[in-house]
T-cell receptor
């Protein structure tokens, strides 16, 4: 089976812009979660989608949003980018929501200047 | 916020030695998972231990879980240079149904 894919792999944006990141889960996986990883805060949970519905949300401002499509592919959007949004954004898929092991994509490295 | 605190933050050993990493957490959990991350890449799932299990093995990996102390340890035996990576514990908290990751241990295995 193909693994989790994320596009793009690298992105440079300017403060105030918005960005959309894409994630394709492993075939058959219905849950997609998003994480932000920074040197200072570590790995932080953003949100989880299952069956096109957001099931869980981390402690991030409303500028961070996402969605899931009927084929389980997911996108996350960050509006009005801030310098502190520079991070590695990781997507993970799992068979079901919540407690299962997660399979991570390679991540999207976002740099905000 | 992160639930897990991992200890040590960094560990450097020689090839062939064993590496032990510890993880402490705060809430009740459904399971605890360990992941490996090579520099700047995605995480790889290593092992999952349920809250009613005390020990689990997978190849050179041994994980223990003590729910009374809210702690877990990961032992890598006969380490190899290829084991050089960051290792994270992640708890599946009951009720929240989302993984919470620890701060990670950076392991360096010298050839």
């Amino acid at each position: 089976k193909a693994g989790v894919t994320q596009t793009p792999r690298y992105l440079i944006k300017t403060r105030g812009q918005q960005v959309t990141l894409s994630c394709s889960p492993i075939s058959g996986h219905r849950s997609v979660s998003w994480y932000q990883q920074t040197p200072g805060q570590g790995l932080q949970f953003l949100f989880e989608y299952f069956s096109e519905t957001q099931r869980n949300k981390g402690n991030f401002p409303g500028r961070f949003s996402g969605r899931q499509f009927s084929n389980s592919r997911s996108e996350m959007n960050v509006s009005t980018l801030e310098l502190g949004d520079s991070a590695l954004y990781l997507c993970a898929s799992s068979l079901d929501q919540g407690y299962y092991e997660q399979y991570f994509g390679p991540g999207t490295r976002l740099t905000v200047t | 916020s992160q639930q897990g605190e991992e200890d040590p933050q960094a560990l450097s050993i020689q090839e062939g030695e064993n590496a032990t990493m510890n993880c402490s957490y705060k809430t009740s959990i459904n399971n605890l998972q360990w992941y490996r991350q090579n520099s700047g890449r995605g995480l790889v799932h290593l092992i999952l231990i349920r809250s009613n299990e005390r020990e689990k093995h997978s190849g050179r990996l041994r994980v223990t879980l003590d729910t009374s102390k809210k702690s877990s340890s990961l032992l890598i035996t006969a380490s190899r240079a290829a084991d050089t990576a960051s290792y994270f514990c992640a708890t599946a908290d009951t009720g929240r149904r989302a993984l919470t990751f620890g701060s990670g241990t950076r392991l360096q295995v010298q050839p």
